[in-house]
């Protein structure tokens, strides 16, 4: 009899054993079963434990979403280590102070980011493996001091190390950058992991034969939780390297039989301007998913005129907990602003400047308790500090998200604004989104971004950024007037540009940094 305590690779483990003949991963043209996914990791487990990497140790993972880092995280946590997977966009000197703040035993990447992890990895003496894969020009990444090609890690070198480790040990360290400052590894238990996983898939009705779209980096929590989920049921999980060609993720939609459909807002904005879209095969779809910000109505009605029979749930979260909110289905039509109710066995509360608990109505910091909040920052006490702090029960800790928000009558939360986000004008505290949210209700607005800017009168003045839909014509005179119809005079932009496209970050968020 087994009675271990299960540990999140435990999810690939079980599968395998009752599927291992069915398809667990669609990448490109590559379709690989369970039992491939469970041998291919199990040998890789086996290799870094022979190269030195022991419990505790972390291994990096610089790859695009491909096989080889699916198998590289799996592999890691079978090692009892802890996996970081980095976004491939990621350039040299960043790469450089993620390495030397984490310093891994081992480091998974492909030989076409040869130019970007060269010398960083050079510089690295720490590591004691470095697995590379896919081909090169030449043979530049393979001289790597202690490097091996995939193929050589990835052959039988008997059974993954044990003992076990256990599930208060660290499963993974996810860097967050938030807006300022350098980035900050959030560190992840096992139980982290498994209960966000469970809750999530919980509310979301997962099923075994559910076929889930994943066009969002694995570097990305959003991302390499689709694919935890999708494991831990069973499904079958299709990963796109990005959405660099939407065309594309719509063909796979229609050809893949898709059921889950995960994105954030840019990606759905983008997905709904394809005319054809409504002309391809969706009756698959049966849930879709949103989180970074609530979806604006437009969309949610947009959605459910093109997939009336998908459920779409729209969710709020951070890395430093994974999920807080999600919003059931049956309530999108009478509460369409909010982000929901907290998700299952998380406790959620709103607190002023002095820690105090706030009622309805009144805008706070979102405080999150349960077994999802983080351990805390890869070395980074004073950081840690400033989000957990101790909670209503003797030694606890919760998590002080640093975002503002409010609760209803009824316990449904609504995203106001990052803390760092906030402008302050005239005095008056404006929340971006709540501006956002009214300059989307304009007809012909396509997508809004709005920052505030330095003023030698105001401190900082409300600035907008205005995407139009083609074939609009609407000028920043009338858009203006709508913001005037609709809010508070503060909270009305000085400044509004109309522009083609926003920026966006590795993860198709809008990137307001780049804005100005």
């Known amino acids: 009899m087994d009675t271990a305590v299960p540990l999140l690779h435990d999810h690939l483990i079980r599968s395998a054993c009752r599927s291992p003949e069915k398809v667990a991963l669609v990448c490109g043209r590559r379709r690989v079963t369970y039992d491939e996914l469970d041998a ?51 350039k040299a000197d960043k790469l450089d102070y993620l390495l030397q703040d984490c310093r891994p035993a081992a480091f998974i990447t492909d030989a076409h980011l040869h130019a970007a992890f060269g010398d960083p990895v050079r510089r690295a003496s720490f590591l004691k493996r470095v697995v590379v894969s896919g081909e090169a020009g030449d043979s530049e990444p393979i001289r790597l001091p202690r490097a091996v090609r995939w193929e050589v890690a ?34 992840l238990t096992h139980r982290n992991m498994l209960t966000a996983c469970a809750s999530i898939a919980s509310y979301l009705e997962l099923r075994e034969d559910e076929v889930i779209l994943n066009v969002l980096p694995l570097a990305f929590d959003y991302g390499l939780y689709q694919m935890i989920m999708a494991f831990s049921v069973g499904a079958r999980l299709v990963l796109e390297r990005s959405f660099a060609f939407p065309a594309q993720t719509i063909r796979v939609l229609s050809e893949e039989k898709v059921t889950g459909l995960p994105g954030v807002p840019t990606v759905f904005s983008t997905l709904l301007g394809f005319k054809s879209l409504r002309g391809s095969d969706l009756a698959s779809i049966r849930y879709v998913t949103n989180t970074g910000a609530a979806l604006p109505v437009k969309h949610i009605q947009m959605l459910r005129e093109l997939l009336p029979a998908a459920r779409i749930y729209s969710m709020y979260g951070l890395t430093e907990c994974k999920r807080c909110t999600y919003l059931p289905p049956e309530d999108i039509d009478r509460k369409p602003e909010s982000v929901g109710i907290a998700i ?3 406790e959620m509360w709103i607190v002023d400047e002095g ?38 029960l003797p030694g606890e ?68 950024f205005v995407v139009i839909e083609q074939g609009t014509a609407i000028g920043e005179a009338q858009i203006r007037n709508e913001c005037r119809r609709r809010l508070e005079t503060f909270m ?20 307001k940094r780049a804005l100005s």
């Open 492 to 511: 009305v932009p000085k400044h509004i540009d109309i522009v083609a496209s926003l920026p966006r970050t590795d993860t198709a968020k809008i990137n």
């Open 154 to 187: 990835t052959t039988a070198h008997g059974a993954p190390p044990v003992p076990r480790c256990i599930d208060i040990d660290l499963a993974a360290i996810v860097y967050t950058s938030g807006s300022t400052g350098d980035p900050k590894g959030v560190m």
């Open 40 to 90: 291919s990791s199990d040998a890789l487990a086996a290799h870094l434990a022979t190269a030195g990497v022991a419990r505790g140790d972390r291994v990096m993972i610089f790859a695009d979403n491909t096989v080889e880092a699916v198998v590289g995280f799996w592999a890691t946590l079978k090692a009892n280590a802890v996996a970081c997977l980095i976004n491939p966009l990621t």
């Open 397 to 464: 800790q919760v998590l002080h998200t640093g975002d503002y928000c409010r609760m209803d009558e009824e316990g449904y939360l609504y995203f106001v604004g990052r803390s760092d986000e906030i402008i302050k004008s005239r005095g008056e505290k404006v929340a971006p989104k709540e501006v956002e949210n009214v300059l989307m209700g304009i007809p012909g607005v396509k997508e809004a971004a709005v920052i505030g800017v330095p003023d030698d009168l105001l401190g900082e003045a409300v600035k907008a």
């Open 355 to 392: 820690g105090r608990r706030l009622g309805p109505g009144l805008v706070g910091q979102l405080v999150i308790r349960g077994a999802t909040v983080m351990k805390g920052y890869w070395g980074k006490p004073e950081a840690t500090a400033e989000k957990l702090k101790p909670g209503p």
């Open 344 to 346: 299952p066995n998380t």
